[in-house]
């Protein structure tokens, strides 16, 4: 086989090439166009007033199979100098995962005054998630059907799970201070997202018994599960093109309950006359994010359980070009199926995750916090899944400048150290420092920036504070402030 294999060595060798949560500016109380993506009920009750987001960026790439010996600046240096380094794979962490997260944050903006808070945002987004392939398969998929090792010896693959999906987003956020008692004060929040849809394929294999017979024949004894390709490139008649090969309705929904501490009775933040913010000891927040999904409207989806042993002869054979092909070349040879779905829709579920967060004031503008994200799994239907991502991050925040130094454990396996910084409204991040600057191996990489506008403080707060300077002035230079 020359080109590919089929549909399940196609998209995992694509995570090869290249933050999810960026945890060093996700739960600042600067940055709203940022962390109302982890709890959307951050905007009210935001320490900028007014946010404007003009262009931003996130990456993120983690797999346990694929790694390069040093960090990616030293690699860098030495592919500059002409000197390749060599991509090493890991043959003892078998089942084998991946996980990529790409975003493009678009113009957006947040305002917070009084009680509420909201705003307009726009995304592409692109996330790809594999899972539970196991060694025998992945050999196949980078060495042929043919591969001499493992002819004649029959293999099992169970819940192995490969997804990705690529959109834009429009959306608007929503959020309202609901209740305030002594210092107590309670917010609720929420994104709702109109999904376009670019391109989505998944694969769910429940099981599958079988054995490569020799260089010719491959015997496939037990078959179930179910794929969606997108009809992207296909030069039929109902081929969706790039855009709008697909749509749908996400939603966000998130919830916060602050101590404060001064009593937060009548407070509004930002309002008219009450240009002074109150800071909280502490806070604890809930969300549920990415809920929803995307409909792919015209591509190749089956879902199928093959109790029967089929034989595919000549397989070394086959030579694919383009999704529809490996389709074609999967129904003829490995399901036998009869009917023609060529042009049926098919679901691809957002990356959906549960989070909590609490956040601890030190004092001085000194913070920690500590968060955790779980995805949910989707071993029975076809999307993306959330890396699980824990997160205890200390920062110290000021209107001028922010650091913060996240410390996150992904998948509940490896710590990693980040670092983040925030110089007004510019931020630069990483969650993984180790692999920019550290040694050994580098099995992923994250890095995320935004250039912003931000308004601090309403007009109106600022004239009130020029004038009370200048009142101040003249009562050090023994002139009397006049009554008005």
């Not at 690529?166 to 608007?172: D, F, Q």
């Not at 029967?308 to 092909?325: H, I, K, Q, R, T």
């Amino acid at each position: 086989m020359k080109r590919g294999l089929f549909f399940i060595s196609f998209v995992f060798i694509w995570f090869q090439s290249e933050a999810q949560e960026n945890m060093g500016i996700a739960n600042s109380n600067y940055a709203p166009t940022n962390t109302i993506f982890l709890n959307p009920s951050s905007s009210a009750d935001s320490k900028a007033f007014f946010d404007l987001n003009l262009i931003g960026m996130s990456t993120y790439a983690l797999n346990n199979y694929a790694y390069v010996n040093g960090n990616l600046i030293s690699v860098s240096k030495s592919g500059a100098a002409g000197n390749e380094t060599e991509v090493q794979f890991d043959l003892s962490s078998a089942p084998y995962s991946a996980y990529t997260d790409v975003q493009i944050h678009g113009p957006s903006f947040s305002l917070s005054y009084g009680k509420f808070g909201g705003g307009l945002f726009s995304n592409f987004r692109s996330v790809t998630y594999v899972s539970g392939i196991p060694a025998h398969l992945v050999n196949h998929a980078t060495n042929g059907f043919d591969f001499e090792d493992q002819i004649g010896n029959e293999y099992t693959t169970s819940n192995a799970n490969v997804g990705s999906l690529s959109w834009l987003e429009y959306g608007a956020n929503f959020s309202y201070i609901i209740h305030q008692s002594g210092r107590d004060m309670y917010t609720v929040g929420g994104n709702l997202k109109y999904l376009n849809g670019i391109a989505g394929a998944g694969l769910n294999i429940q099981k599958w018994n079988y054995q490569v017979r020799n260089d010719s024949i491959l015997d496939s004894y037990e078959f179930s599960g179910e794929y969606g390709l997108p009809n992207i490139a296909s030069e039929q008649d109902d081929a969706s093109g790039v855009l709008g090969n697909g749509s749908g309705i996400g939603l966000d929904i998130g919830f916060n309950y602050k101590k404060m501490l001064k009593s937060a009775q009548g407070y509004e933040p930002h309002a008219v006359g009450q240009c002074d913010l109150k800071d909280y000891q502490y806070k604890f927040g809930i969300s549920l994010l990415d809920i929803g999904r995307v409909k792919m409207k015209s591509g190749f989806y089956r879902e199928f359980n093959i109790e029967d042993s089929l034989v595919w002869e000549g397989y070394n054979g086959a030579d694919p070009e383009g999704l529809a092909e490996i389709d074609e070349l999967i129904n003829e040879e490995l399901l036998n199926f009869t009917s023609d779905v060529e042009n049926s829709s098919y679901k691809i579920a957002l990356p959906t995750a549960l989070s909590a967060q609490f956040d601890y004031n030190f004092g001085k503008g000194f913070y920690a916090n500590t968060s955790l994200v779980q995805g949910f799994s989707r071993k029975r239907k076809l999307g993306v899944k959330r890396n699980n991502t824990f997160s205890l991050t200390p920062r110290y925040e000021r209107r001028q400048v922010e650091v913060a130094l996240p410390i996150t454990i992904q998948n509940y396996q490896k710590l990693r150290l980040g670092a983040a910084l925030r110089i007004y409204s510019v931020i630069l991040g990483t969650d993984n420092l180790g692999s920019l600057i550290g040694g050994g191996r580098t099995y992923g990489a994250d890095f995320y920036f935004s250039f912003k506008y931000t308004m601090f403080r309403p007009w109106y707060c600022k004239d009130k504070l020029k004038r009370s300077s200048k009142s101040r002035g003249r009562k050090k230079g023994g002139i009397a402030c006049p009554s008005w």
